[in-house]
Nanobody
Framework: QVQLVESGGGLVQAGGSLRLSCAASGRTFSSYRMGWFRQAPGKEREFVAAISRSGVTTIYSDSVKGRFSISRDNAKNTVHLQMNSLKSEDTAVYYC???????????????????WGQGTQVTVSS
């Protein structure tokens, strides 16, 4: 069982920055692929970013590419999402996810991820 706890959400003005963090339980964190999804009010949940086990490879959705950056610290069992140049359309609940079984490569698919955090609210005011 893996527990994921997000932090760092809040209210920020458009153009500002926030850094989300996700603390993961488990002694084999370095073997998990990690990622972030988000869900805006009235919209379907969507992929944001994912990172490989070593942290060398990352993928992003087109909507955040160039503005968001995902990173991880395997020594501290944490993954981060640095969000810059925030827009009102980035307002959503952000979820940290873990791919523990790693049957597939780094993925944007929801069904690949075995564990989900409770989510943290990000609100961007225009």
């Amino acid at each position: 069982q893996v527990q994921l706890v997000e932090s760092g959400g809040g209210l920020v003005q458009a153009g500002g920055s926030l850094r989300l963090s996700c603390a993961a339980s488990g002694r084999t964190f370095s073997s998990y692929r990690m990622g972030w999804f988000r869900q805006a009010p009235g919209k379907e949940r969507e992929f944001v970013a994912a990172i490989s086990r070593s942290g060398v490879t990352t993928i992003y959705s087109d909507s955040v590419k160039g503005r968001f950056s995902i990173s991880r610290d395997n020594a501290k069992n944490t993954v981060h999402l640095q969000m810059n140049s925030l827009k009102s359309e980035d307002t959503a609940v952000y979820y940290c996810v873990a791919d523990v079984n790693t049957r597939y490569g780094l993925s944007e698919r929801e069904d690949v991820y075995d564990y989900w955090g409770q989510g943290t609210q990000v609100t961007v005011s225009s």
